[in-house]
């Protein structure tokens, strides 16, 4: 994968100064570093007359503010901060920031250096992965949802420190690592048996597969470039690997995200590269009472179900570029996936797909053409408590074009 380069990056916030852009900045990733299976990530940068405010992502968007918190705000326990307002807004952790600054729990420069901190993760983030990026202008009411900004920062200047960072990552020879994935112990016994005792009780005690490095440079207070040094001969012998994990959401966040899925009707995601057949889905899953959500580029399967998070996958085995097989072996490696429902369809119904799609981790298996019958009936098996009120036996052995339709989930 071709990357954005610093010159590009540089271009680009000269043209907003220049400007005096106010927007967002959207960059864009297909990952290819150690074990991010070649999922898509984004980030997004906030301008104001040219001058950066904030930033978001959903590569650990909450992760990343923990940490950030632990660095600059030692006063402060993460784990109890109140949030308010939703987690669809890119700015609710910066109002969360400026209300505890008006409480005086939180200094102005602390809140300032977070600010900072958090724009410089996310542009050593771009460096490694960016690879494409689009500017998008006259937002202003979308930055008034931020309110007054605590500070107004030199593009250019935080990009420089972002760079001089990435290369000494590089000079490192950990281009390939990820601040953002978590190590694990392969095999405890062979561990135990190839390094010294001092160094398995370290090793044991302190990687658990669900902190990342950068998780745990904070943990133990090292840069991150120099815990992930001292873990790399480990890595290259086998002992340790890396694999990705879940943003780590509050508690308060977590309940309130689960009562909402408790209220709320299953989501159904759709993936095909036919918009008629896109369509022609989502009918019927939507008279039925199901959200439905359809995809018709494969290679935003990964990216649509990080942000969908969908409560069941219709995965079709034919598509440009990637196979089902391949989408399905990926959305088993993400760890938040692995037991959501994934249906596989597909017009060869023989032994050999159905074994083969049993490999990759699929729950079911359905042949084409799809019976809209058959797609209701494979959708409640997962979730019977939706119940077709909508839609009558009339309206589905009517809908021959609807008959005919091919799911395919990612």
């Known amino acids: 994968m071709r990357h954005l380069s610093i010159g590009q990056l540089t271009q680009q916030f000269q043209l907003n100064s220049d400007q005096h852009f106010t927007g967002e900045l959207v960059v864009h990733s297909s990952s290819l570093t150690v074990g991010r299976s070649g999922a898509t990530y984004s980030w997004n940068l906030y301008f104001l007359l040219g001058r950066l405010v904030w930033v978001s992502s959903h590569v650990h968007r909450f992760r990343r503010w923990r940490r950030a918190i632990l660095l600059f705000a030692p006063q402060l326990d993460p784990d109890t901060i109140q949030f308010s307002g939703t987690v669809d807004s890119p700015f609710m952790e910066y109002a969360v920031m400026m209300g505890l600054v008006r409480q005086q729990r939180l200094h102005r420069n602390q809140a300032i250096a977070i600010v900072e901190h958090l724009i410089c993760e996310v542009l050593f983030d771009i460096l490694q992965e960016g690879d494409s990026f689009e500017a998008i202008a006259d937002q202003s009411d979308l930055l008034k949802a931020m309110g007054e900004p605590i500070t107004i920062l030199n593009p250019r200047q935080l990009l420089t420190k972002a760079y001089q960072q990435w290369q000494s990552w590089c000079n490192a020879e950990l281009a390939r690592y990820s601040p953002h994935l978590a190590p694990y112990i392969n095999n405890r016994e062979e561990l135990q048996k190839r390094v010294s005792s001092k160094a398995y009780s370290m090793l044991s005690t302190l990687i658990d597969g669900k902190a990342t490095l950068a998780d745990l440079a904070v943990t133990v207070k090292q840069p991150a470039l120099k815990l992930t040094q001292s873990l790399t001969p480990y890595f290259r012998k086998g002992l340790l690997n890396l694999r990705l994990v879940p943003d780590l959401l509050p508690q308060q966040l977590r309940d309130v995200l689960a009562e909402q899925k408790a209220n709320r009707s299953p989501k159904v995601l759709c993936i095909d590269d036919s918009p008629a057949i896109c369509r022609q889905l989502e009918t019927i899953l939507k008279q039925s009472g199901y959200q439905c959500v359809s995809v018709q580029d494969p290679l935003q399967a990964i990216p ?107």
Not at 323 to 340: A, H, L, N, P, V
Not at 362 to 383: G, I, Q, W
Not at 398 to 406: D, E, I, M, R
């Open 304 to 410: 649509s179900l990080l942000e969908e998070k969908p409560d069941l996958i219709f995965l079709d085995l034919v598509m440009p570029i990637a196979s089902g097989y391949e989408i399905c072996s990926q959305i088993r490696r993400i760890s938040i996936f692995k037991d959501t429902p994934v249906v596989i369809l597909t017009g060869n119904d023989g032994l050999v797909d159905r074994v083969r799609a049993k490999m990759v981790g699929a729950s079911d298996f359905l042949s084409k053409p799809v019976n809209p019958h058959k797609v209701l009936e494979v959708t409640r098996r997962y979730y019977p408590k939706q119940r077709p009120d909508a839609l009558s036996t009339q309206h589905l052995d009517s809908g021959g074009a609807s008959g005919q339709a091919l799911l395919m989930l990612q």
